[in-house]
């Protein structure tokens, strides 16, 4: 009974590939996240979703794009993948202005 | 644009002993988050902070909110192995949930 899960857990890929990461909950939330986490640890939002709709949209390269099917689902596709794309990548979901949970992330290796 | 600054940025403990992570922010908050992550896991969530002067204590840790200082503090009290991880702190400035991360507190507590 996974809260928040996350396919695949570790993705190592070639630059210039273009991978997706997917998403799910199952805790009826209706808002979603993704965060990058760097080498140093430090974490910074990129997008969030709402009832499918986007309302967070950090200063994001454009090779990354988000995509919500449901309220349960927020996919993360990344065109032309570059070294400094390698981080842990974050799900999370929270019902509006509540607690945010997160899913067990992602490790993405660029080679 | 919100900064979150936590200090120190590593914390070596002594078992039984008490230490103290500090949560500086530069600007008006809804709300704080503290969260704990283990190496090569996800983030837990602590607490939740939501008004000046709150208080929310969990066994050996708890968590207090200075909004007119910008300040929250997370007390470790008598410090055991298990609470090795890095804790971070998460500021949401407009209750958008739109969380703005410290930069980690990697404790480690030796015997």
């Known amino acids: 009974d996974t809260a928040v899960s996350q396919t695949p857990k570790y993705l190592v890929t070639q630059m210039g590939n273009d991978k997706s990461i997917k998403c799910e909950q199952n805790?009826?939330?209706?808002?979603m996240y993704w965060y990058k986490q760097d080498s140093k640890k430090f974490l910074k939002i990129m997008f969030s979703y709402n009832n499918k709709e986007l309302i967070i949209n950090e200063t994001v390269p454009n090779r990354f794009s988000p995509k919500s099917p449901d309220k349960a689902h927020l996919n993360l596709h990344i065109n032309s993948l570059e070294l400094g794309d390698s981080a842990v990548y974050f799900c999370?979901?929270?019902?509006?202005?509540?607690?945010?949970?997160f899913g067990p992330g992602t490790r993405l290796t660029v080679l | 644009e919100l900064k979150v600054e936590q200090n120190p940025l590593f914390l070596s403990m002594q078992e039984g002993k008490n230490y103290t992570i500090y949560c500086n922010y530069s600007?008006?908050?809804?709300?704080l988050y503290w969260y704990r992550q283990d190496p090569g896991k996800s983030l837990e969530s602590l607490f939740v902070l939501l008004s000046n002067g709150a208080v929310k204590q969990e066994g050996r840790l708890m968590a207090s909110l200075d909004t007119k200082a910008r300040l929250s503090t997370l007390h470790i009290t008598a410090a055991v192995h298990d609470l090795s991880a890095t804790y971070f702190c998460?500021?949401?400035?407009?209750?958008?949930?739109?969380?703005?991360f410290g930069g980690g507190t990697r404790v480690l507590v030796k015997p």
């Open positions: 600007t008006t908050s809804d709300r």
């Open positions: 805790l009826g939330h209706d808002t």
């Open positions: 998460a500021v949401d400035m407009a209750a958008g949930n739109k969380l703005t």
């Open positions: 999370a979901s929270s019902r509006r202005s509540y607690t945010q949970y």
